[in-house]
């Protein structure tokens, strides 16, 4: 059983940083991607990036237009834990944030992953 639990969430003034974590358990990396996603009341979950892992120690990350150059996206496979740094928060940033599991390569369809967690809610005020 695949299980995602996110946390690192809350709310900061424009400029600051925030980290989600994304907890994964009953999951093997390799092969498969790991997304982030978000979703801002009223709008559409959008994908913000992903991370498709080759090996061990190899694997590479996507992002969307509006947080490249702020959000960067790691894993540490010895903690089963896949990190969202956040940088630069933007009020336009404030959304509730998922974590989910692709059997393939990244996608920024919703449709393409098959596990989520339940979400970690991001606030930045200007």
């Known amino acids: 059983q695949v299980q995602l639990v996110e946390s690192g969430g809350g709310s900061v003034q424009a400029g600051g940083s925030l980290r989600l974590s994304c907890a994964v358990s009953g999951y093997t990396y390799i092969g498969k991607c790991m997304g982030w996603f978000r979703q801002a009341p009223g709008k559409e979950r959008e994908g913000v990036g992903g991370l498709y892992t080759y090996t061990d120690r190899t694997y590479s990350t996507y992002y969307a237009d509006p947080v490249k150059g702020r959000f960067t996206i790691s894993q540490d496979n010895a903690k089963n834990t896949v990190y969202l740094q956040m940088n630069s928060l933007k009020p336009e940033d404030t959304a509730m944030y998922y974590c989910?599991?692709?059997?393939?390569?990244?996608?920024?369809?919703?449709?393409?992953?098959?596990?989520w967690g339940q979400g970690t809610q991001v606030t930045v005020s200007s």
């Open positions: 989910a599991t692709a059997p393939g390569v990244c996608s920024w369809s919703d449709t393409e992953y098959n596990y």
